[in-house]
C-alpha cells in the first residue's frame, strides 16, 4: 500500500475541488471588477488572477499552490477595499 501525498485528492474529490477553486476564482474577478480603487491597483490584482486560471491550466498543475495563491489576493483585494472606502 502507498501513502497518499498531502495535496493528492482522493476519488471524487477532485471535481468538487476545482468547482470550489472556480466559483473562488469567479469571486474575486467579481471583487476587482467593482473595486474603488486606482486602475493600476485594479490592474495588477487582475494581472495576479490571470495568472492564477493560467496555472491552473497547466498540465501538472497544483490545485493546492494556486489555492494559496487565490487566498493572497483575495486578502489583498479586501485590502485595497479597505483602503478606499469612505
Do not use: Y
Amino acid at each position: 500500500m502507498t501513502r497518499s501525498e498531502p495535496d493528492e485528492a482522493k476519488p471524487g474529490e477532485s471535481a468538487a475541488g476545482s468547482d470550489l477553486l472556480a466559483a473562488r476564482l469567479l469571486a474575486a474577478q467579481r471583487l476587482i471588477t467593482v473595486l474603488n480603487a486606482d486602475s493600476d491597483v485594479r490592474m495588477g490584482l487582475q494581472l495576479r488572477l490571470m495568472a492564477i486560471c493560467t496555472a491552473m491550466k497547466a498540465p501538472g498543475a497544483n490545485v493546492a499552490s494556486s489555492s494559496r495563491r487565490l487566498d493572497r489576493l483575495m486578502a489583498d483585494i479586501e485590502h485595497a477595499r479597505r483602503d478606499n472606502v469612505g
